[in-house]
């Protein structure tokens, strides 16, 4: 079992619509979860870190659920500029120095 | 701010060749520094990562090196390329702390043929 694992997807949308995805992880010690964005042959970018709270930044939603060892990103009123992979990453130690595991990413296309 | 460079963008080499990547990170000191492969349609794989200058963690054993000469400067090397180092070569950096997510360079696309 991957440590970190998401579904591939894909996942076609039109715009407007509200997609969410989930990441599973493996080790329950995980102490930070992040969701990152991955335009087609670019460079992964931070969109947010998670907190166990949840938080929003405008349309964007992150939750966390500990006791079943899961994330969940929500995208709300999906934009065609949405269009990307995202990928989870967790992190399981007080630093984050050798201890990030990124899952494979989901990938989704907002159609017109 | 911080800037993270990393060059060149792209880069063909034959097979045995040497490979040398250099990324480089402004405005912070004594960042975590990591570099990541990515191949073709695949998730990203830890390759090295660096906690201070000279400080080098192998995840994966391969015909690959890293070095960290200076505080802001992690290089990634190979002595003889094999057609599998093809893919897409990330540098990150971070400030050490759990809570802050890395930041990549643009990367580099590498062509083995």
């Known amino acids: 079992r991957k440590e970190v694992e998401q579904d591939p997807g894909p996942f076609n949308v039109p715009e407007g619509a509200t997609v969410a995805f989930n990441c599973t992880y493996s080790n329950s010690a995980s102490q930070s979860f992040f969701w990152y964005r991955q335009d087609c042959r670019k460079e992964p970018k931070l969109l947010m870190s998670v907190y166990s709270s949840g938080n929003e930044d405008g349309r964007f939603t992150a939750q966390l659920n500990r006791a079943s060892q899961y994330i969940s990103l929500l995208i709300r009123d999906s934009k065609l500029s949405d269009s990307a992979t995202y990928l989870c990453?967790?992190?399981?130690?007080?630093?984050?120095?050798?201890?990030?595991?990124f899952g494979d990413g989901t990938t989704l296309t907002v159609k017109p | 701010s911080q800037t993270i460079h990393q060059w060149p963008a792209t880069l063909v080499q034959p097979v045995g060749s040497p490979l040398s990547l250099e990324c480089t990170v402004e405005?912070?000191?004594?960042?975590?520094l990591y570099w990541y492969r990515q191949a073709a349609g695949r998730g990203l794989q830890l390759l090295f990562y660096?906690?201070?200058?000279?400080?080098i963690s192998s995840e994966v054993p391969q015909n690959l090196s890293a070095s960290r000469p200076q505080d802001r400067q992690f290089i990634l090397s190979s002595k003889k390329l094999l057609l599998s180092d093809s893919g897409f070569y990330l540098c990150a950096w971070d400030p050490g702390q759990a809570n802050y997510g890395y930041t990549f360079g643009s990367g580099t696309r590498l062509t083995v043929v």
């Open positions: 405005g912070t000191s004594n960042p975590n």
């Open positions: 660096s906690v201070g200058i000279g400080q």
């Open positions: 990453v967790v992190n399981r130690g007080s630093t984050n120095a050798g201890k990030s595991t």
